[in-house]
């Protein structure tokens, strides 16, 4: 008799992804009790531990880690079935991921067009790294992504959606492109590992045989841009997020070199899109 439930798998992938009881119970507006009793009784059904403490919080087991690629799959699969029958997009969850900066400056005009023709749809929206948001669909937390040039995926569907163009960003009065060896004594401000901006400016400085001594990694492009408005370093940011940016005449930008100013967006997902995700990618430009 099957034990496990789609309630229990539902909790247990909110935990997971919201990292800790306390913020998946406000997500769920269960309290933190009943949060705990479910995952015990989940644990208890398979016969496993699927969290262990960490510090103040909690981390995923090998076996929590596995559980939660496969709550995805069922989760996704049992909305579905659901919607599918019921032929509408009416009560569905769309969930995405995007780059900050298409999260804040080319994907706004989108989420307001599907939100005026579904009213009754949600989408959720998760921002990371495009090394994080492909570990994301790779754990079916969200269904689809929109990352950057370069990255590696397997059995991925990917569709270019935008283009960025990158500029170097600076302190003013401190930097003199033409100093090769100074750029290597400047601090790189930028988004943690798996960023591919930042990727994209290490392959540039590598090719001028730079190498930076320093890096100090943020989580936003504000505070991104007000470290180097500070004089903490340089970054590399996309035009369109320095154009909307308050602090961006504090700053003086710098093209970057052809094969390294312009990066593609592009917008990934595994196996047949929903009925959601279809109408959301009917929405979008190809490459604007």
């Known amino acids: 008799m099957r034990k496990i439930s789609l309630d229990e798998l539902s909790i247990f992938q909110t935990v997971a992804i919201e990292g800790g009881i306390l913020r998946a119970s406000e997500k769920l507006g269960r309290v933190p009790s009943n949060v705990t009793k479910r995952v015990k009784q989940l644990e208890d059904h398979l016969g496993v531990k699927l969290f262990r ?15 939660l690629k ?9 909305d579905e079935i659901e919607h599918e029958f019921r032929q509408e997009i009416t009560g569905r969850i769309l969930r995405l991921g995007a780059l900050e900066s298409a999260a ?43 990352i950057s040039e370069p990255f590696q995926a397997e059995n991925v ?20 492109l033409a100093d090769v060896a100074a750029l290597g004594r400047k601090t790189v401000v930028a988004f943690p590992q798996g960023c591919s901006y930042r990727k994209r400016l290490i392959s540039w400085l590598q090719e001028l045989q730079v190498i930076p001594e320093r890096f100090m990694e943020l989580g936003s492009y504000h505070a991104i841009v007000a470290c180097v408005t500070a004089g903490t370093g340089i970054s590399i940011v996309p035009k ?43 929405m979008l430009k190809v490459a604007s």
Do not use: C
């Open 240 to 282: 369109g997020v320095l154009d909307n940016a308050v602090s961006s005449t504090l700053i003086e930008r710098f093209p970057m070199p052809a094969g390294f100013s312009r990066n593609k967006t592009h917008l990934v997902w595994r196996g047949e899109p929903s009925r959601s995700l279809k109408e959301f990618m009917g």
């Open 53 to 67: 403490r960490q510090g103040r919080g909690i981390e995923l087991t090998e076996e929590g880690r596995a559980l």
């Open 104 to 146: 804040s400056v080319k994907l706004p005009p989108y989420l307001s067009e599907f939100h005026t023709r579904f009213p009754g749809a949600t989408i959720e929206l998760q921002t990371g790294t495009t090394d994080a948001l492909l570990r994301l669909i790779d754990n079916n937390s969200i269904e689809a992504a929109f």
């Open 157 to 176: 569907n990917s569709r270019e959606v935008f283009e960025e163009e990158l500029e170097l960003i600076a302190p003013k009065g401190v930097l003199n």
């Open 70 to 78: 496969y709550a995805g799959q069922i989760l996704h699969l049992a």
